[in-house]
């Protein structure tokens, strides 16, 4: 068992957008076993803001790797990641907080950011230093979207 503290941006942040929040925004968590069993924050996380974050090229950015039947009115999917379709099959929630919060913690290797950490990454612009990607809030929100997700 780990335990993330705060203080942790996405070197792609340069690509997904202004980040909203700061390093003091990161939430604590404990990882067991590869997940997040614990929500981020007390307020539960709302699906529709969710959808919305996952779209916004400034905020999740999604469908620039991801592929999703239910935002097929949107452009621009991407196939780099896998397709969002049935996600909420594939995985607890739990384990999508993990994927959502640091992938990297999942697959070794993925390309897939980071949307709430802020420490040792790579080549962030200065603005964009010390600001997750999404706020602890927001990754309940796309985490709840996702759970919608199922075949």
């Known amino acids: ?3 993330i503290r ?30 997040i069993l614990q929500p981020l924050t007390d307020v539960a996380g709302d699906p529709v803001a969710g959808r919305q974050a996952v779209v916004d090229r400034k905020l999740g950015n999604c469908l620039a790797c991801h592929t999703a039947s239910d935002l ?10 896998p397709p969002l379709d049935g996600v909420a099959d594939r995985w607890d929630e ?22 709430h950490r802020v420490d040792g990454l790579n080549l962030v612009m200065d603005s964009f230093a010390d600001k997750p990607i999404l706020t602890a809030q927001q ?10 997700l199922s075949q």
């Not at 202004?18 to 067991?32: G, L, N, Q």
């Open 6 to 35: 705060p203080g942790m941006a996405a070197a792609c942040v340069l690509l997904l957008g202004v980040a909203t929040a700061s390093a003091s925004d990161i939430a604590s968590f404990e990882v067991v076993d590869g997940k």
């Open 139 to 148: 990754v309940e929100d796309v985490v709840a979207y996702l759970k919608t």
């Open 72 to 81: 097929s009115s949107e452009p621009f999917h991407g196939e780099v990641g």
């Open 1 to 3: 068992m780990s335990v």
């Open 94 to 115: 739990a384990s999508l907080r993990m994927i959502v919060v640091n992938a990297k913690m999942v697959y070794d290797g993925t390309i897939m950011p980071a949307f």
